[in-house]
Nanobody, 120 residues
Framework: QVQLVESGGGLVQPGGSLRLSCAAS????????MHWYRQAPGKERDLVAS???????NYPDSVKGRFTISRDNAKNTVYLQMNSLKPEDTAVYYC??????????????WGQGTQVTVSS
């Protein structure tokens, strides 16, 4: 079984910073690409950042230059450093981990979500 545990969310003022963590345990396959998504009330769940096993990253324009995704492969953990936070960043943030099995098949697993609220 695979378990993803997220932490680091909370309330922060505009311009502040938060660091989210997502730790995978019980992994049977190999962890490939890792992602962060977010979902605000009434909106679709959108991709925030992705990082490959080799460290290649991608960001949408909405967070580029403010957010940084990183990973520690030895700890099976992905991080999201969020700086210069804006009220529009308020959402539930979810990690997603892509696992590749010995057979060559793959699938993604979701974390439970952590609330990030940016407000004065």
């Amino acid at each position: 079984q695979v378990q993803l545990v997220e932490s680091g969310g909370g309330l922060v003022q505009p311009g502040g910073s938060l660091r989210l963590s997502c730790a995978a345990s019980g992994t049977i396959g190999s962890i490939n690409t890792m992602h962060w998504y977010r979902q605000a009330p009434g909106k679709e769940r959108d991709l925030v950042a992705s990082i490959t096993r080799g460290g290649s990253t991608n960001y949408p324009d909405s967070v580029k230059g403010r957010f940084t995704i990183s990973r520690d492969n030895a700890k099976n953990t992905v991080y999201l450093q969020m700086n210069s936070l804006k009220p529009e960043d308020t959402a539930v943030y979810y990690c997603n981990v892509e696992l590749i099995y010995r057979s060559g098949s793959s699938r993604g697993y979701w974390g439970q979500g952590t609330q990030v609220t940016v407000s004065s």
